[in-house]
């Protein structure tokens, strides 16, 4: 089999998103969770948690986005105007969010304490929420009108998009959950132990609302999913994700691995990229535009590959050397101030 480079750059791509909506996702999750907690001390602690890592996430976000404009313009120059105002929200939602966790450190028990908690709140809610609909609205399919977008200004905003977005929020929330139970003990661990277990039931709910309405989008999902004899190709996503679903239920109410429940559900994201995958092969916007249609010259995607190969495996392993230096549980009082 030969190499095909444009195929490389789709599957660096995929995983540099996936590598963001699990770390971003569960620091974008503390945020959503922050309304539970409205204990200073309790939300402290939370944010001391990320405080260490949660910038250097969005590099993987840079890196999807510029990768995606650098390899494949097409496909940026038609995404993009279907989903400006999501992407502007979506950018809004992170300034808010980063600006707040800086400043709240700063704020006395004023007004101002309170602005920043409620920014930050609803900077992490707006960014997980316009995440999804982007997703959903690449699935529902973007009209093209030869090499640019033919939509209008409102088509990102329809039942399946929303949809999308807020399991989007519930399993980023479920993320967040997760990475607190692992990271934090006593009473807190507790409370956060018991909403994991009810927004693992919501995210699963979620997973299998926007499973069961994708085929029914496009013909081609359908048949992806369930023609014969695609169905036994496909039928191991399922099977795996219903067998993490019991696994992750298990964990949750067995307190003996706090970190099994987080490494679960990044798996249950790992099946869901999976998923998206199956049903978007070989487009990379369903079913206009595919990847070859969409790719810039060879030797544009060579030179740029070139550095990605050098470059993503250094981001790998400064991002792992973090964790691993901050690793541990934290107790009230503990970390960034």
């Known amino acids: 089999m030969s190499f095909d480079l444009t195929v490389a750059w789709a599957v660096l791509l995929a995983f540099a998103v996936y590598i963001y909506v699990v770390l971003d996702g569960f620091d974008l999750g503390i945020g959503i969770l922050y309304p539970f907690f409205p204990e200073k001390e309790d939300r402290d602690l939370m944010m001391n948690t990320v405080a260490p890592v949660w910038d250097g996430n969005e590099t993987w976000l840079i890196l999807g986005g510029g990768g995606l404009f650098a390899a494949f313009p097409m496909a940026y ?5 279907a989903v400006y105002p999501l992407i502007i929200a979506m950018l809004l939602g992170l300034i808010f969010r980063g600006v707040a966790f800086e400043f709240r ?3 006395g028990k004023t007004f101002s304490k309170f602005f920043w908690d409620w920014a930050f709140i609803g900077g992490s809610v707006t960014a997980a929420l ?11 399919g973007i009209e093209v009108d030869g090499r640019a977008y033919g939509g209008g200004w409102l088509d990102w905003l ?13 399993g980023y929330a479920l993320l967040g959950a997760c990475w607190l139970n692992w990271r934090i003990e006593g ?15 919501a995210t699963l709910g979620f997973i299998g609302a926007v499973s069961l309405a994708t085929p029914f989008l496009e013909p081609a999902y359908f048949d992806r999913w369930f023609a014969w004899p695609q169905i036994l190709e496909v039928s191991p996503i399922p099977i795996a994700v219903i067998g993490l679903t019991f696994w992750l239920a298990k964990e949750l109410f067995d307190e003996r691995n706090d970190w099994a429940p987080f490494v679960i559900t ?3 994201f790992g099946l869901c990229f999976l998923g998206l995958g199956v049903c978007m092969w070989p487009y990379v916007i369903p079913t206009e535009v595919t990847l070859w249609d969409a790719a810039s010259p060879y030797k544009s995607q060579l030179f740029m590959f070139v550095g990605a ?12 050397y973090a964790y691993w230096v901050f ?3 934290m107790k009230v009082g503990d970390g960034y101030h």
């Open 105 to 107: 450190w700063r704020a």
């Open 266 to 268: 990044l798996g249950l």
């Open 327 to 329: 690793r541990g549980k």
């Open 187 to 201: 009473p807190m661990q507790h409370k956060v132990r018991v909403l994991a277990r009810i927004l693992g039931f």
């Open 130 to 140: 316009t995440q999804g609909m982007i997703l959903g609205t690449l699935l529902q």
């Open 158 to 170: 329809t039942p399946f998009t929303l949809l999308c977005g807020v399991a989007v929020v519930f």
């Open 309 to 320: 190969v050098v470059l993503v495996p250094v981001i790998l392993a400064y991002t792992c």
């Open 77 to 81: 120059a038609i995404i993009m105007p």
